[in-house]
């Protein structure tokens, strides 16, 4: 058996049941061993689309994502997209075939690369092939971007033969959680506060019944969006994306417990958030993540299920109910009413700036005219960029699996593939991609991926003809726009190019359409060019800009 086909049966040995790619010489025989050995792939247009399809596929399903591209340019070309997924420790594998001599015009030092973006590099051997394809997938599963390198001779290589069973993992010393100075926080507060992040996206049920058990309010890291959707005690996300009203509550507590979070600067608004009084606590199950964004009192080395859990155990606190540990702080009945009437940015009052000649679409009224037009059980994804936080707050989300939000790089242009590989992930629900108009002519490219797919795909376009975070960044102080602002672009006439259907919204009459598509029968995606009103930033902007 070849090395290749080894690779490939291993790999669905191990779960891969979708590969994301383009295929050329390098990684041809290895993509049809995987399909030989049953899984799907699918064709991305480009290696970029292929790797944010990857990235969105395992954020979505909850497993591994696996990306399969050409040696040399077919590995950087994916170099974003591999970026992002290593950012935001997405499991995933990228099959990346290596030229074996320096000489070769496609030789590039794969494993200087994989440090470069912060992921890990594995290769494989030929006499080992099984258990270096396995070391690289358990890598993934544990939370790794992984970049296994496949020399070509090696692929070629005959080795014994292989059909399982899959090699066995090396068991993970478990060492019980030191929860005692965690517990004692809990039990002191009056108005704790839990900030589930990225870390934290598992671990809803055990989180939930320890807020119950300690009184304590729920918010999140924009990552884990939808991790407490439908708890009267869920204040949504934390940081520049905050309502008023979570702002004002987390700016009030005396505990800050941040599961799976390292409050960057996003989730705490450059630290101003959390008020310099409260004691704050870091659970995460990497030390090397403590204190990286900012002074913490505490921290708690774990996986966030295994020390909420412990810290319940010693409550007292069962699988069913809670326990006594509540101190008499601020859930009240009152605040759980001021939570549901005032804890959505649709309930914060605005003044509509929509209007004009030719008429633009408030991005609030867009997004809540979606948001009411839309099936309940979907999937949201955000591209990056001035728009971003309309999508990201005004559109609901079932859980913690609807929300896809590629910002760790915090690159333009990657939401549109991540969609697609969203959408094969949970073909059960309605996928829609938020992009700007930016984003969207970088990766237009990908609607063929689309249609090949007979993706059900809604892609909502908020299209202010510029690159609206540089007008808004450098616009007030009088420096020239022409580099950043562009003429008005019929992008629904692109779209309809591609194979899609395609539509110009300018009011929420517009809207009309949608309605007809949404009923069926949704054989080929949706793209809608919103033309939405520019005269001013986001909310968020102002924060944001201080970062840079």
């Known amino acids: 058996m070849r090395v290749a086909e080894v690779v490939g049966r291993v790999l669905y040995g191990h779960g891969a049941r979708h590969v994301f790619g383009v295929v050329g010489s390098g990684n041809f025989h290895v993509t049809n061993a995987l399909v030989a050995a049953g899984a799907r792939f699918v064709a991305a247009a480009h290696e970029g689309g292929a790797a944010s399809m990857a990235d969105g596929y395992a954020r979505t399903a909850g497993t591994v994502g696996l990306l399969s591209v050409h040696q040399g340019p077919g590995v950087t070309n994916a170099l974003t997209g591999l970026t992002e997924a290593a950012k935001s420790r997405t499991p995933m594998v990228v099959l990346a075939p290596e030229a074996t001599a320096p000489v070769s015009n496609f030789f590039i030092d794969l494993p200087a690369l994989a440090a470069a973006v912060g992921a890990d590099f594995h290769r494989v051997r030929a006499t080992h092939a099984a258990e270096d394809t396995g070391a690289a997938y358990r890598a993934a599963a544990r939370g790794a971007t992984v970049v296994l390198g496949l020399p070509l001779d090696v692929q070629q290589a005959v080795t014994e033969p292989w059909s399982g069973p899959v090699p066995a993992a090396e068991p993970t010393p478990v060492t019980a959680p030191q929860v ?4 004692a926080a809990l039990q002191a507060a009056r108005r704790p506060v839990f900030i589930g992040g990225r870390g934290a996206r598992s671990a809803r049920e055990p989180l939930t019944r320890l807020a119950d058990a300690c009184g304590a309010l729920l918010a999140v890291s924009a990552a884990a969006k939808g991790l407490f959707a439908g708890n009267p005690w869920n204040l949504d996300v934390a940081g520049g994306f905050a309502t008023p009203l979570a702002a004002e509550l987390i700016g009030r507590a005396d505990l800050v417990v941040a599961w799976g979070s390292t ?3 996003w989730t705490t608004r450059h630290g101003e958030l959390i008020p310099p009084s409260a004691v704050v606590v870091q659970v995460d199950s990497d030390p090397a993540a ?19 859990e412990a810290v319940l155990a010693r409550l007292g606190v069962g699988s069913t109910g809670a326990g006594d540990a509540t101190t008499g702080g601020w859930r009240t009945p009152e605040l759980a009413r001021h ?3 005032h804890g959505r940015w649709r309930t914060v009052p605005y003044q509509d700036e929509g209007g004009g000649a030719p008429a633009t679409i408030d991005p609030r009224t867009l997004s809540a005219a979606l948001d009411d037009l839309l099936p309940a059980d979907r999937t949201v994804v955000v591209d990056s960029g001035n728009f971003m936080g309309y999508p990201s707050m005004w559109l609901d989300v079932p859980d913690v699996a609807g929300f896809c939000f590629t910002q760790a790089f915090q690159s333009v242009g990657l939401g ?10 949970r073909p059960d629900r309605l996928t829609v991609a938020a992009v700007g108009d930016g984003g969207f002519v970088m990766s237009a490219t990908e609607l063929v991926t689309a249609v090949r797919l007979a993706q059900p795909l809604l892609v909502v376009i908020y299209d202010d003809a510029a690159y609206g975070a540089e007008v808004h960044h450098f616009g007030p102080d009088g420096h020239p726009l022409e580099t950043v602002t562009f003429p008005e672009t019929d992008l629904a006439a692109i779209a309809s190019g591609y194979g899609c259907d395609g539509l110009t919204v300018r009011t929420v009459d517009d809207l009309g359409p949608v309605r007809r598509w949404l009923a069926g029968p949704r054989t080929r995606p949706l793209v809608i060019d919103a033309k939405v009103c520019a005269a001013r930033g986001s909310w968020w902007l102002e924060e944001a800009f201080r970062g840079h």
């Open 180 to 183: 005692v100075p965690l517990l």
């Open 339 to 341: 939570i549901r009437d």
């Open 290 to 308: 403590f204190g990286v964004n900012r002074p913490v009192d505490l921290t708690v080395a774990g996986e966030v299920t295994a020390v909420a």
């Open 263 to 265: 409050l960057n600067m």
């Open 416 to 425: 549109l593939a991540s969609a697609l590989g969203a959408a094969v992930a």
